[in-house]
């Protein structure tokens, strides 16, 4: 007769092992996952502090750059305001039409009359351009001819600024072209202007100085006084010859 031994104690013993083997894991699992998820959020708090920081520097370091380019634009725009010539010292980019040459000109007359009502200015009324009463420019000169209405035009209004209030001649010489030494390339024009007016010493003095700071570069050439025979008028007590040359630029 045979006997069947039972197996009921070591399926118990075998399970309740296999049971706390997988309550170890389990716990360690879940020790694992709740200390990953401590670390990533370490991680993203790290993370958060460091792009605030860096978005701060960041800011600061966009504030301190936007100020020194200010302040670079700034330091570049006085520079070249010294530097860059006033677009009154360089040649007409478009001269217009040698047909409306004569009509400019006559607005700079008129102008030049209803600025001076008050000190009764007197000028020569072609204003050193006698030869176009019954002449126009060529297109070639028409250019130069214009920069010296402007030469003119500027002139005339520095000495109204300065209470001269006559001009007893106008006469312009031949224009130069300057180059450096060795050089082809023109730097710039001279443009030489013969004025003959009246004035006091005064008015003499204060348009000198304000020849210097002109929004064209003026240079005197040629300076004749003497005594002036429109004293008793009332217009000053000197007659002036003056050579003043406009450099402007291409």
């Excluded at 709740?34 to 958060?48: R, W």
């Excluded at 040649?91 to 030049?112: C, T």
């Excluded at 109204?160 to 031949?174: C, P, Q, R, Y």
Aim: charged fraction near 30%; include cysteine.
């Amino acid at each position: 007769m045979v006997k069947i031994t039972g197996t009921a104690g070591p399926t118990k013993l075998i399970l309740a092992i296999l049971f706390v083997l997988s309550f170890a894991y389990l716990i360690v699992a879940v020790y694992q996952v709740s200390s990953l998820e401590k670390s990533v959020e370490h991680k993203q708090k790290e993370l958060e502090t460091y792009q605030k920081d860096g978005l701060t520097k960041l800011n600061r370091e966009k504030v301190r750059l936007e100020k020194q380019l200010k302040a670079i634009e700034s330091s570049y725009d006085e520079i070249t305001g010294l530097v860059a010539p006033n677009p009154k010292s360089r040649m007409s980019k478009d001269p217009g039409d040698p047909l409306k040459f004569k009509e400019e000109l006559y607005k700079v007359q008129n102008k030049l009359k209803e600025d001076g009502k008050s000190v009764n200015f007197e000028f020569p009324f072609w204003l050193g351009f006698d030869k176009y009463e019954h002449d126009i420019p060529t297109a070639a000169d028409l250019p130069l001819r214009v920069k010296q209405l402007d030469i003119i035009k500027e002139a005339g209004t520095l000495m109204l600024n300065n209470k001269i209030s006559t001009i007893a001649a106008v006469e312009f010489g031949d224009i130069k072209n300057i180059s450096a030494e060795g050089g082809k390339d023109i730097v710039y024009k001279e443009f030489p202007l013969k004025i003959g007016f009246v004035c006091t010493n005064e008015n003499l003095i204060n348009f000198l100085h304000t020849l210097t700071i002109s929004d064209i570069a003026f240079k005197v050439d040629y300076m004749k006084l003497k005594a002036s025979e429109a004293k008793a008028e009332g217009k000053g007590d000197l007659s002036v010859e003056l050579i003043i040359t406009a450099a402007v630029f291409p």
